[in-house]
């Protein structure tokens, strides 16, 4: 009668692992699906941003690449030429 007790209380091992595997297999497709959904609408809302502004951003960078470029080279010549501004003094 012991016997037949225990033997109905186990749960077979093999049965649990492979749920649990199919589980954790179908968790990962739902999150993989998830996660290109988030992909898609993320580059859908940046297109929409780039085509709602004024000056695309390639002019911008363009732009902004010459005034750093401008202002290196003046800081440049100014440092090399010795006319920096000359430090503030403490009184």
Same mark, same amino acid.
């Given at each position: 009668m012991t =016997? /037949? @007790?225990?033997? =109905? @209380? !186990? #749960?077979?091992? +093999?049965? #649990?692992? &492979?749920t649990g595997a199919t589980l954790t297999v179908i968790g990962g497709v739902i999150g993989l699906a998830g996660a290109a959904l988030t992909a898609v609408a993320?580059? #859908?809302? #940046?297109? @929409? @941003?780039?085509?709602q502004m004024e000056?695309?951003?390639a002019e911008l960078a363009r732009r902004n690449w010459r005034r750093a470029r401008t202002a290196v080279h003046a800081g440049a010549d100014a440092w090399r030429? +010795? !006319? /920096?501004a000359?430090? &503030?003094?403490m009184h």
């Open positions: =016997s /037949m @007790r225990a033997e =109905s @209380r !186990h #749960v077979p091992t +093999g049965t #649990v692992l &492979l993320a580059v #859908v809302a #940046v297109r @929409r @941003r780039m085509e000056t695309p951003p030429d +010795g !006319h /920096m000359e430090p &503030l003094r």
